[in-house]
């Protein structure tokens, strides 16, 4: 069965990353959840998309340049709808912490391609150990020396090559430096591309696809997975299918 993850949580219909959108994607059904991981000036580990706060949330400047607390201050669900107001930005041991009451898979997105975050690798593996996660999370980055180096450190982490354009053979790729699956970018991914991979044992989950007819030809394709912004939307095509 494709699994459903919703992209950055429900982020159609609610403030991305934050708890309202993780809990919405619950309540419609959804198996996983993707976020995106940061860390502030004093090497929290926090949940958010952009480098800077000033798209989602009041504030304005980089994240790396905040500490945890001054973060936390700030106001991450007005931008949405007014009805969002007083939604913050999530820490990661806050999930960690909301996961133990549900059986949600977790992909976490590395924010670490455009911005050098030393230790964001070591400090992701810890928290997930310290909460026994192991099996239920997927580490997924642009950087692909990260994903090495995650796998080097723990190979019982499952890693996911994230990437844009088109890789020839992409499964050899993953393999070579240890990345199990494959997230493929919803426009450059092909039928034939899902076959070979997941008739090789490589998963393919395809981001961001928000339109019926292409999650329909995607669940078609027997991809792994899909990100969505709009969870319930895939759901009720897989009902479908
Ligand atoms: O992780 C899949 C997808 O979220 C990658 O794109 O822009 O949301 O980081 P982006």
Redesign the pocket.
Known sequence: MTIIFA??GSSGTHPENTFAAYKEAVRVGAEGI?L?VQLTKDDELVVI?DHTVGRTTNGTGFVRDYTLEELQRLDAGAWFHERFQGERIPVLKEVFTWMQSNDLIL?I?LKNVTVDLPCLEELVLNEIESFNLADRIII?TFDHYSLKKINELNPKIECAI?YLEKLYEPWNYAANIGAKGL?THSPKTDRVMIKEAERRGFPVRV??VNHEERIKELLEDGCSAI?TDYPEKALAVRKMV
């Open positions: 992209h950055r993707e995106d998309h992909n997105e997924s994230l997230h981001y961001t990100f």
